[in-house]
């Protein structure tokens, strides 16, 4: 018996705004009579949080590595055997799940589902091209990179914006001391975190009176809290569920964000939909199509603490205009970032599974890793070389 068409997402397991995607896709699926599955990757040598909810999938399944300790063609085939039998989708993000399609023809149309506005994105999508069937960009500027690096694809290039649910809390008016949060990864090289502690210098400096959120973990963390350590009142929640960041954000009137570079950041369009003003850097991707400057938020440039300050301490010396805007950056939310209309068009991308898909290539394996990595080579061997290498 023919095993019925379905949807697999092939995800890492980590807490952040791709399982948030994933997660809200899943959640908020129409009926559309195909199963969807949950394949989650994890790789042990990696500290980030552990995703640790069940998804709105038909099944969910995770799969465990050790990389780059193992044979990668050993992995390959770990993920290979729990990918549910039958045609339909294969919904890939990441290096892992490309270079697994790029060996393993499921017979699914292999849809690559970008999550940053970085060469690193890009370069899988150009490497992979021969094996990816569409290509999903969530930004415009994602589109129009991807675009102009793969011209010949600009046929399966799709740019589909996501959508949150909008959330049931919402920032109220206040009064007293101007609530600023930020909420995310503790990292300086993308998130920029290290920039928090200098924009509250500069307040404390002009007199504006502050109460700081921050949710959250990341490698940065520790030396983050000792570079903030002249403010005790810096409030630390730590890692958090995406309903309780969600909850938290009705409580803040400020969504701080100093990234240097993103795809269309989950985060801010979570915290706008609760109200929340953002404060968030004029980055090229994602962020001007959500905020526009002085109607639903502020964008000073990047790394510049000086203007994310004063935009701050304008919003602080000016509350009607604060809750006029944090009203327009919900409505704008609604309007156009609503997960239950959003979803219908990833849905209506896998539905034409069967046009879309065409067989693997043969004797056009691509190449990864060392010459340790090869499928010849038992796995156990190369735990054991690998790992008397590292030995002092």
Do not use: C
């Not at 959640?27 to 989650?40: F, T």
């Not at 992995?75 to 990441?94: F, K, Q, T, W």
């Not at 690096?149 to 009064?175: D, E, Q, S």
Request: no cysteine; proline share 6%.
């Amino acid at each position: 018996m023919t095993a019925p068409a379905s949807v697999v997402y092939v995800v890492p397991d980590k807490m952040g705004g791709m399982m948030n995607i994933i997660a809200n896709l899943l959640e908020y699926r129409r009926p559309d009579g195909v199963g969807h599955h949950a394949l989650l990757t994890h790789n042990h040598l990696h500290t980030d949080t552990r995703f640790a909810r069940p998804l709105a999938a038909d099944t969910q399944t995770t799969v465990e590595y050790t990389l780059p300790v193992e044979n990668l063609h050993a992995v390959m085939r770990r993920l290979a055997r729990a990918v549910p039998p039958g045609s339909g989708v294969y919904v890939a993000g990441d290096l892992l799940d490309l270079a697994t399609a790029s060996v393993h023809d499921f017979g699914r149309a292999v849809i690559y589902m970008l999550h940053g506005d970085s060469d690193y994105y890009y370069d899988l999508a150009a490497k992979h091209d021969a094996v990816i069937h569409a290509f999903i960009a969530y930004s415009r500027r994602m589109h129009e990179r991807l675009v102009a690096r793969l011209p010949h694809r600009a046929g399966t290039i799709f740019h589909l914006p996501y959508g949150i649910p909008l959330p049931a809390g919402v920032a109220r008016a206040n009064h007293g001391r101007l609530r600023l949060a930020f909420a995310g990864r503790l990292e300086q090289g993308q998130k920029g975190v290290f920039d928090l502690p200098e924009i509250d210098r500069l307040l404390a400096a002009q007199g504006v009176a502050v109460d700081w959120t921050i949710a959250g973990g990341g490698p940065d963390e520790i030396e983050l809290k000792r570079r903030w350590a002249f403010n005790p009142n810096v409030r630390w929640l730590g890692v958090l569920s995406n309903a309780e960041v969600i909850m938290m954000y009705a409580t803040q009137d400020v969504f701080v964000l100093p990234t240097r570079v993103e795809g269309f950041p989950v985060a801010l369009v979570e915290a706008m939909g609760a109200g929340v003003v953002p404060v968030v850097s004029d980055i090229e991707s994602g962020v001007p199509e959500v905020v526009v400057s002085a109607l639903t938020g502020e964008r000073p440039p990047v790394g510049d603490v000086r203007a994310f300050a004063q935009a701050l301490a304008a919003l602080d010396g000016d509350r009607p205009r604060l809750a006029a805007m944090g009203a327009a950056a919900r409505r704008s939310i609604a309007e156009r970032f609503d997960i239950r209309d959003r979803v219908a068009d990833y849905q209506a991308l896998y539905a034409r599974w069967r046009e879309l898909y065409r067989p693997l290539a043969a004797g056009r394996h691509l190449q990864y890793g060392s010459r340790l990595d090869q499928p010849w080579i038992p796995n156990a061997v190369v735990r054991f070389v690998r790992s008397a290498a590292k030995r002092p």
